[in-house]
């Protein structure tokens, strides 16, 4: 069974920086994208940056310049190294990969959530 799990978030002041992570773990053949969303108050799931298994990347217009992706395919893992965080990136931040298990058909997972908090 493939599981992902999230860490990293927390409380911050606005200029401040956080790194989040988030391990696959399970029978994995491969991965595909890995990508973070993030689900605000009130306000649908959107994306916020993703990495393709060429390590090609691409962010949302409002984290470019702030927030970078990368990869550690030995380990199965995804970061997202926040910088400059403002109040509005407030919100819980969900990570996603594109996985294909070793005897499960290929899907999208999704991470628990960890909350992101920046106070102004």
């Known amino acids: 069974q493939v599981q992902l799990v999230e860490s990293g978030g927390g409380l911050v002041q606005a200029g401040g920086s956080l790194r989040l992570s988030c391990a696959a773990s399970g029978s994995i053949r491969s991965i595909n994208t890995m990508a973070w969303y993030r689900q605000g108050p009130g306000n649908q799931r959107e994306l916020v940056a993703i990495?393709?298994?060429?390590?090609?990347?691409n962010y949302a217009d409002s984290v470019k310049g702030r927030f970078t992706i990368s990869r550690d395919n030995a380990k199965n893992t995804v970061y997202l190294q926040m910088n400059s965080l403002k109040p509005e990136d407030t919100a819980l931040y969900y990570c996603n990969m594109h996985i294909v298990p070793t005897h499960q058909y290929t899907s999208y997972y999704w991470g628990q959530g960890t909350q992101v908090t920046v106070s102004s």
């Open positions: 990495t393709t298994s060429g390590d090609s990347t």
